[in-house]
């Protein structure tokens, strides 16, 4: 498989990845974990092609065939989902195209310089089985658990995790060996994600992926590469195991460096005690020169920093009424297309409720409806009294703008609620601090930005948080910091995630909304 020697890569004087070699084995599955902003996407775009090592060289043998899995689906996808499938397959589209363009010029100029070009080209379409195409393209998105009624519906129609199925199912038709996942349990909902672990773990090939979910790293990893401070270390096993590796290894070295100060310590006393007596004097030497070697080899014991851990409260302006939102025999959908029927919903001040269901059960359209952005098919909705909303949506990194800093979006978008100093400070609580509140939003990383809008929604101070999918991009430390201000929060919570440790860590309830059933409310012990 895939071979890197000598991999060096830096921003400026800032240091991504540093003198790293490797050797991919076949049939391997490899977690990339680190801190939002430490270059775990730059890694990738170097292994694919998109960006340049400063130094070093990524070997590829001849059967590789890989197959990459970007944060987002296609913004701009073909008119039916047949179709956007089949572009998965850049070779072969290709040789679609320029078959068309040959018979088009064979009908209007037709020469014997013209039909051969076009045999050539049909040929070779032919000889890379261009003709089934079409019914391969079927046979993987049915696999996908894709109806043949959906084929030509246009992809924009379908929610988000049935879009990032879509991106792999333009991945599976070029046969891959080697996958490459950026962040794939985005979007996903549990019944999704559910496959995809099923499907991963019977993946024969070399599976390398990004990914923030615990779960999701133990369920899949067999090894874990640690991207930290321009470092890659490589474990063995998976995330629970990394972390044992890691503890385990901290120890040992913080011991040898224990034994290394005592022992520098021990033979500095008898130099300084005796430098000056020249019947010791050679003894003494020859101390300092192993003080010196003994510098070198602790030089040498290295520990990988700790992450700085990100930790804040969530404030509230004023409290609200004692019920917050009550819904009765609420429908909610597009115009006339009901995504579900009878929904009947009450909140009571500082409950937290995470809505959980399939993909295009109407999760989000729920929130959406409740907040106004998408009129009530039917029934009675009613928002309690002194209640203040903040909503964050999936597509929420839209709403920063590219060209101004962290600062000044957190400015722009609170229109004036904070201060300078309160905006700064609830970056700082999310670990961008110090010059990266003035790094253009543009060039920060998914993580980053998401911490960005986050920061722009818990500054104004709301009762009453709508939350779609707030964990996608965020890394460990972030969404157990976001976990940890829930739990404290005094106001109340509606959030759609499919993130499971997240939702047990804060929610007092869970609203499972499925096909065809009525919704149901349920506690959480």
Known sequence: MIIIQNLVKNFGDRVIIRNFSYHFSKNTKIGIIGPNGIGKTTFLNIIIGLEEPDFGDIIFPKDCVLGYLPQSPCENPE?????????????????????????????????????????????????????????????????????????????????GGWRMRLELAKLLINDPNFLILDEPTNHLDLPSLTWLEQYLNSFKGTLLFVSHDKEFLNNISTQIMHICNGNVNVYNGNFDSFIQQRESKEELVQKQKEYITAKQDQLQKFVDRFRSKASKAKQAQSKIKIIERLKQIEARLETEEPEKKATFKISMEKQSGKIVLDLKNCSIGYGNLALNKSLNL???????????????????????????????????????????????????????????????????????????????????????????????VGVLSGGEKSKVAIASLLAQRHNFLILDEPTNHLDMSSVEALSAALFDYYGSVLTVSHNRAFISSFATHVFKMEKDKKAELIGVE
């Open 346 to 440: 009450r909140i009571i001040r500082g409950d937290k409720i995470a809505i959980i269901g399939a993909n295009g059960i109407g999760k989000s359209t729920l929130l959406k409806t409740i907040i106004s952005e998408i009129p009530l098919i039917r029934g009675d909705m009613k928002i309690g009294n002194n209640v203040s909303i903040g909503y964050y949506s999936q597509s929420q990194l839209n709403i920063l703008d590219p060209k101004l800093d962290a600062l000044e979006n957190v400015l722009s978008l609170t229109r004036g609620k904070v201060t300078y100093q309160q905006a700064r400070s609830v970056l700082g609580c999310l670990l961008i601090t110090k010059d990266d509140v003035k790094k253009q």
């Open 79 to 159: 008119n039916a989902i047949l179709d956007e499938c089949i572009t998965g397959h850049k070779a072969l589209v290709c040789l679609q195209e320029k078959l068309k363009n040959a018979l088009k010029k064979m009908e209007e100029n037709y020469s014997d310089e013209v039909y051969f070009e076009y045999e050539k080209i049909e040929k070779e379409f032919a000889d890379k089985d261009g003709y089934a195409l079409s019914s391969k393209a079927k046979s993987i998105l049915v696999g996908l658990g894709f109806e043949t009624s959906q084929f030509a519906d246009d992809p924009l129609i379908l929610s």
